[in-house]
T-cell receptor, first 113, second 113 residues
Framework: DVKVTQSSRYLVKRTGEKVFLECVQD?????MFWYRQDPGLGLRLIYF???????EKGDIPEGYSVSREKKERFSLILESASTNQTSMYLC????????????FGPGTRLTVL | SQQGEEDPQALSIQEGENATMNCSYK?????LQWYRQNSGRGLVHLIL?????REKHSGRLRVTLDTSKKSSSLLITASRAADTASYFC?????????????FGKGTKLSVIP
């Protein structure tokens, strides 16, 4: 079974801190994604990557950056956390260029105080 | 980016009843997928239906797709309390050199024992 893991289930940070969210997948998938999920807004794509060192902006990239140094690992970085970045963050991975099944991690609930 | 819209936003039924959720979208698609999310967890892929298919079954799940109406429905038969979750449809769109999934806001299903 494909496994997508995220470094933390719950995280509490202070405004202005630099925050790293890590995601690792074990199925050699080319594509990896970061979403945030907020009540009433559904899932919104922040960034995605279709190869090592490649990244593309999604719908809401402002205030975020990403890093993909190895194929299995995709990191989301909040350079200076703000309270409006309090949210559930979901990582996903997928094989190939077609939109087949995406596999999601368990999510990280981030609270910025 | 286009977004699927689920209807209803919330649905409450008795155990044993059938649950029907609908999804509408705006542009042409290659496929449409349904995902399930238990409270506070990641999304799990349920079923994928391609644009040239009209109906698909998987266990107690039945998905239909009407591309002329740009709509899909997910039917869960003989519901169980364990089916309580949020259900999302996802449609694909070509973006930044590859296909991306765009998720709707979800239908929250409550199955009462």
């Amino acid at each position: 079974d494909v496994k997508v893991t995220q470094s933390s289930r719950y995280l509490v940070k202070r405004t202005g801190e630099k925050v790293f969210l890590e995601c690792v997948q074990d199925m050699d998938h080319e594509n990896m994604f970061w979403y945030r999920q907020d009540p009433g807004l559904g899932l919104r794509l922040i960034y995605f990557s279709y190869d090592v060192k490649m990244k593309e902006k999604g719908d809401i990239p402002e205030g975020y950056s990403v890093s993909r140094e190895k194929k299995e690992r995709f990191s989301l970085i909040l350079e200076s956390a703000s309270t409006n970045q309090t949210s559930m963050y979901l990582c996903a991975s997928r094989y190939g260029i077609s939109t087949d099944t995406q596999y999601f991690g368990p999510g990280t609930r981030l609270t910025v105080l | 980016s286009q977004q699927g819209e689920e209807d209803p936003q919330a649905l409450s039924i008795q155990e044993g009843e059938n649950a029907t959720m609908n999804c509408s979208y705006k542009t042409s698609i290659n496929n449409l997928q349904w995902y399930r999310q238990n409270s506070g967890r990641g999304l799990v892929h349920l079923i994928l239906i391609r644009s040239n298919e009209r109906e698909k079954h998987s266990g107690r799940l039945r998905v239909t797709l009407d591309t002329s109406k740009k709509s899909s429905s997910l039917l869960i038969t003989a519901s169980r309390a364990a089916d309580t979750a949020s259900y999302f449809c996802a449609t694909d769109s070509f973006w930044a050199g590859s296909y991306q999934l765009t998720f709707g806001k979800g239908t929250k299903l409550s199955v009462i024992p």
